[in-house]
């Protein structure tokens, strides 16, 4: 079973553990974190959802993330979850913005990552991904901008979007 630390809204530790698919209680937290990645040419990877995964099933989404380990950083979380999802390192993660959403009782930590190895070098995880796809700054925007990105995910990416004028 998976076991995650607990948060208040501040982003501090309680000390608490949660177990993944038990209820969270209220006024705590877990930490999910997701990275874009961003190749050396200036392509976006997005990576396609598995058909059996309970949200977003088939989705397409900005590359990789997931929930943080029971005593994981951020940044730790992040390449975890990259090396799993994709087989690839980055490295220059920034972190863009943290964002807490109470509805699901998470705190998202959003990063962008630096890749210039080979695109071909993808490995997709079982049960998490089923295909995988760069796409240029101009296929990415019409991404982003229409209704083939998950809503959520695009609006915690929105400042960097407009920075990049990708919006």
Known sequence: MEIWDAYTAD????????????RIPN?????????????????????????TKPIYPGRWEATAGG???KGEEPIDCIKRELKE??????????????????????????????YDGPKDAIVL??????????MTEREFGAFARGGGMIPNQKRRY??????????
């Open 67 to 69: 929930s943080a380990l």
């Open 158 to 167: 929105e400042a960097y979007f407009r920075e990049q004028d990708i919006l």
């Open 85 to 114: 999802e994709t087989g690839l390192t980055g490295t220059d993660f920034r972190l863009l913005n943290r964002t807490v959403w109470e509805h699901n009782k998470c705190i998202y930590y959003t990063y962008l990552c630096s």
């Open 11 to 22: 982003g501090k530790r309680t000390g608490e553990d949660l177990y993944r698919g038990v």
């Open 125 to 134: 995880q079982a049960g998490e991904t089923e295909g995988y796809r760069w």
């Open 27 to 51: 006024g705590r937290f877990h930490m999910v974190c997701e990275v874009l990645l961003r190749h050396a040419d200036g392509d976006y990877l997005c990576m396609r959802r598995a058909a």
